[in-house]
């Protein structure tokens, strides 16, 4: 790919996930106002439930295929069959859960009603997952942005109508159903994609094309069984369910342990960061990962190259974020929040503090994604939730959700710190002779 390829392309999937972010970001402004913080908190922390558990459907799957099509090429369609009925029980199990915790856990009866229809979103991130692997191995950027776009602008545009188009169906629980259906929607549009890549109707890059559909399933290799498949793709799986206890946890722990209202409000500053998030996200997670897979493989001196450039470039992005939200934060969650989310404004000045550290963690940790270094990844990374979840607990009674925002700026440093150790250590333990 040529610089003017590559160009394009990141700025395509720039824009999708941009314009992506900012339905979801105006969704979040449209309930917030509508449904007021404690509503909202509730709704807020039952989606943050569902979506801790949502990566064990599937678990790692969708991100599995990105390594095993990197290193085996066309060869990696015998992958295919055990991935799609490990996909089909691990989804009903996180359902089933899901339900249960809705009708039997600690909280409200109106809470659990909102879990049980939120457990359907499920469905709709599993389908954005696997598909979006499909599209980043075919380099179709134009597709992945647009497909990325789908579900939030669907939810943007259903929550748009409740507000203020049927204002007597506005409510916590209106809004998970608008959410179900979407993911329905998305869902069965997923497998329409997934069903033309089992067929073999499928373009992968930077592959010589198969000459045949028997080599495209495997060229005669071992078909894999479900097992095979979970001991390659969990630890993809565990990083997923990791990052969302790293970043979901907080809410649901606020929710439970000082209440609702205070909820609602730090979901607002964890709203405001998500699309500051986005741009690291893009760039590493949709257009660099597939390609680092490769370089890791095949071409060690670019793939050095490009960590040691991309080190100083999210740095300097991400100091630049968290100086602009320092300069921002109090005339923009004003201005789009209102003044009942005033005390936001601290909780986001605090976790803006993070900016620069996730944003040069992004570039860093990109390379533990490769080899056999990702279920060390997984450790670092499960060892940081821990640390995490155990200093809200501590300090989120103390300080209510100011002790979050701490916690999560000193999780995320040493989330940093472990990773480049690791990186230098491992990875790049011969760099002198790359460099």
């Known amino acids: 790919m040529s610089k003017r390829q590559a160009v394009k392309a990141i700025s395509l999937l ?45 678990f790692g799957v969708a991100q599995y295929w990105l390594k095993a099509f990197g290193e085996e090429g066309w060869g990696a369609m015998r992958w295919l069959p055990p991935s799609f009925r490990f996909i089909g029980v691990s ?66 545009l259903l929550v748009v109508i409740l507000s203020f188009g049927l204002t007597g169906w506005m409510s916590g629980l209106n809004v998970a159903v608008a959410y179900a259906v979407v993911s329905g929607v998305i869902a069965l549009l997923g497998c329409i994609h997934l069903v033309r890549m089992a067929r073999g109707n499928f373009r992968l890059k930077g592959h010589s094309q198969p000459v045949s559909a028997l080599d495209a399933g495997g060229g005669g290799g071992e078909l894999p069984r479900v097992m095979m498949l979970v001991s390659q793709a969990w630890p993809f799986g565990l990083s997923m369910m990791f990052y969302f206890i790293y970043y979901q946890s907080s809410i649901v ?3 439970y342990l000082v209440g609702p209202k205070e909820a609602g409000i730090y979901n607002v500053a964890c709203a405001v960061m998500a699309a500051v998030y986005l741009f690291p996200g893009v760039l590493y997670q949709k257009f660099l990962i597939p390609k680092i897979h490769r370089w890791a493989n095949h071409d060690r001196e670019r793939f050095y190259q490009v960590y040691r450039q991309g080190n100083k470039v999210m ?14 934060s109090s005339w923009a969650i004003l201005l789009l929040f209102g003044k009942q989310y005033s005390e936001a404004i601290v909780l986001l000045n605090t976790l803006a503090v993070s900016a620069p550290i996730i944003f040069t963690a992004a570039s860093v ?25 155990f200093l809200n607990l501590i300090l989120i009674p103390v300080l209510g959700s100011l002790g979050a925002a701490i916690s999560s700026v000193i999780s995320n440093a040493c989330l940093l710190v472990v990773y480049y150790i690791s990186t230098q250590r491992l990875v790049f333990k011969s760099a002198q002779s790359l460099s």
């Open 91 to 156: 989804t009903v199990i996180v359902i089933t859960v899901l339900m249960v915790w809705g009708l039997y856990g600690p909280h409200e009866q109106s809470a659990g009603r909102v879990i049980i229809v939120l457990s359907s979103y499920v469905l709709g991130q599993v389908s954005v997952e696997l598909v979006s692997s499909k599209l980043q191995l075919e380099e179709h950027y134009v597709n992945l942005a647009a497909w990325q776009l789908t579900s939030q602008l669907a939810r943007f």
């Open 315 to 328: 740095l300097a992005l991400g100091t630049g974020a968290m100086l602009s939200i320092w300069l921002l």
């Open 253 to 255: 722990l606020i929710k």
């Open 14 to 58: 720039w824009l999708g996930s941009l314009l992506g972010a900012g339905f979801a970001f105006l969704t979040q402004v449209i309930l917030a106002r509508q449904l007021g913080p404690s509503e909202f908190g509730v709704f807020a922390s039952a989606l943050a439930t569902v979506t801790i558990l949502a990566p064990l459907a599937g």
């Open 365 to 389: 940790g990109a390379t533990l994604v490769t080899g056999e270094y990702m279920r060390k990844k997984v450790k670092y990374q499960g060892g940081i939730a821990v640390l995490n979840v």
